[in-house]
């Protein structure tokens, strides 16, 4: 099953820094690009944890005895690192993006180009749908998650609009959701769609909370000197991954001790944002919004 290309491979394996025998998590294994470049580096003694809990996946899984695959959100990564007896791992990896699979996947309704339900989630078993957020959630809640998530610029405008339409029809198909927004359209439609899809996607899989648990999970579960390494695709992302790094906490505060020195859980490894060069995001789109972070566990 074709997902896509790993973005940023030599970089992301560069900065994870892979030992031989060391034992490593894939906190997003997707199409197992990643995964497999970290498997090429690991020794018969190596170990990787990898995480995913779309069911799709599964199809991609290689057949290595190193590995060990978890269908569970990477948000319970202490919780079943402690049930395969993993105490502390050298590296944890996440792409924090949506598989060009996923987007491709009509039936998905990840993306606006298709004729589908309203779902996305990444975790079909249950909970909320996109048309369950869209029907249930009051004008005051749509605004601040097509604000938050999508920075959508009249999320106001286009929130009260979807509460207007439920009462005529309520929300089930891309389509109903389509003809809202493009009759709210600010900016270029494509990119106004998308940020509007987005902030759905990123309320209905909660995935900054999941974010923040990955985040102060792995430093729970880090050796002194293991890396962190995150590939994240939008603002509100990178953000919470940048804080963390420096601080210790997604809300970016500085921790101080009591003679008042800061803090700082990790050793930065780049001095600021690690960008694709101009030729994989010519080769490989999905990687143009990409930015990687990464940090030494002191």
Known sequence: MEYHIPVMAAECMEALAVK????????????????????????????????????????????DERL??????FRFMRRFLRYYDVEAVDGVFADLGVSSHQLDEGGRGFSYRFQADLDMRMNREGGETAADILNSRTAEELQD???????????????????????????????DLVAVAEANVRGKRERY??????????????EMGALKQLLEDSLQVLKPGGRLVVLSYHSLEDRMVKNFLKTGNVEGEMVRDFYGNVH????????????PSKEEVSSNPRARSAKMRAGEKV
Do not use: C, M, W
């Open 20 to 63: 031989p025998d060391g034992v490593y998590v894939d906190a997003t294994f997707g199409g197992g690009g990643h995964s497999r470049l970290i498997l090429e580096k690991l020794g018969p003694s190596g170990k990787l944890i990898a995480f995913d809990q779309d069911d799709d996946a599964l199809a991609n899984l290689p057949d």
């Open 68 to 73: 060990i695959f978890v269908n569970h959100n």
């Open 145 to 175: 998650i097509l604000g938050r998530y999508g920075e959508v610029r009249n999320a106001r405008t286009l929130a009260r609009a979807i509460a207007d339409q439920r009462q005529v029809k309520p929300f089930g198909a891309i389509a």
């Open 193 to 206: 769609l998308s940020q509007v899809f987005q902030a759905l996607r990123i309320a209905v899989n909660d």
């Open 264 to 275: 700082r859980p990790f050793k930065l490894l780049y001095k600021g944002v690690v960008l």
